[in-house]
């Protein structure tokens, strides 16, 4: 790699006497599990699709022994948040995904008034600083407030591949929040569907014609009239956790939203993302991380 070389990220398949004689539409489809959204993405590259090193159509086809690549990083980086230098707390990364500790009133995503300065610029600029031709691509949300663990695919087949896991046993996402009351029964699902709030901009509440939203909570401990509560989501409806919480009598402590706001306690809805478990995208292996709450939620116990 050249001293002003770019590390770019491929997909590559060698081709047995099985495939032999294949189309190499069929093995990026079917083998490799490429959308057509992401082959149209790389195609007109030179090092988009090749065989052996050479740039080759789709309706190719391959004979054993030769390897099949496809360049999976971004060509370009239209639509991607401008990169700036800024605070990221990386917990785990590799070529195709990081994994990152959110602190709390940082947004995930460049929206008005907020251009240079989200988890998206950051991400931007540690990736130029590596000279990695990697996106932001977020499999999942967190509200600005929300603390703790963001999976962020750094190309668009990494996040197709994880948005597809969501809310299934392959990608669990488990949530801890400070509640004020005391969840009765200690433990269960709350299954009421949610949708958008007519009286306000960003609210959300519980309606019948709302979407389905399931979320199963436990109590872990109490401290006094809070409770501590570890939360799993069936869905992921915008704000489910806390119009869920709201809705059974306990709203987040701090959340102006749906409960009070409290800063002289916390000056955000007491909610952090925990713990994560997913299936790579790439390699299939488990994989597993853990983020211990935060000190202005354990002040509050």
């Known amino acids: 790699m050249g001293e002003n070389s770019v590390k770019i990220r491929y997909l590559t398949l060698y081709i047995t006497e ?74 785990y990364e590799d070529s195709d995904l990081v994994i990152v500790n959110k602190p709390p009133d940082m947004l995930v995503h460049p929206s008005h008034g907020h251009f240079a300065d989200t988890l998206g610029n950051y991400l931007m600029w540690h990736y130029l600083e590596n000279r990695e031709a990697s996106g932001f691509h977020p499999v999942h949300r967190l509200d600005k407030g929300t603390t703790g663990l963001l999976v962020a695919a750094k190309h668009p087949y990494g996040q197709e591949k994880l948005k597809k896991q969501l809310h299934t046993g392959d990608f669990r996402r488990i949530y801890l929040a400070v509640c004020d009351g ?11 569907p949610i949708g958008p709030d007519e009286n306000s901009l960003t609210a959300q509440r519980v ?33 489910q956790i806390r119009v869920h919480m709201a809705h059974i009598g306990c709203p987040l402590t701090g959340d102006f939203l749906y409960g009070t706001e409290a800063p002289e306690l916390i000056s955000r809805p007491a909610l952090h993302s925990a713990r994560v478990e997913i299936t790579h995208p790439v390699t299939g292996e488990g994989l597993e991380f853990t983020c211990p709450l935060p000190e202005d939620m354990e002040k509050l116990l």
């Open 182 to 192: 005391i969840p009765q029964p200690s433990e269960g699902l709350i299954d009421v």
């Open 207 to 239: 309606r019948p014609d709302g979407k389905a939203s399931r979320t199963h909570y436990r109590v872990v401990r109490t401290a006094g009239a809070r409770a501590l509560v570890e939360l799993e989501l069936d869905t992921g409806r915008t704000h």
């Open 18 to 91: 099985e495939l032999a004689g294949t189309e190499v539409n069929t093995l990026l489809r079917r083998q490799l599990g490429l959308s057509g959204t992401v082959l149209r993405r790389v195609k007109w590259l030179e090092d988009g699709i090749t065989v052996d090193g050479s740039r080759v159509n789709v309706r190719c086809r391959v004979a054993a022994g030769q390897v099949l690549s496809v360049r999976l990083s971004d060509p370009d980086s239209a639509g991607q948040p401008w990169p700036s230098r800024g605070p990221v707390v990386i917990l």
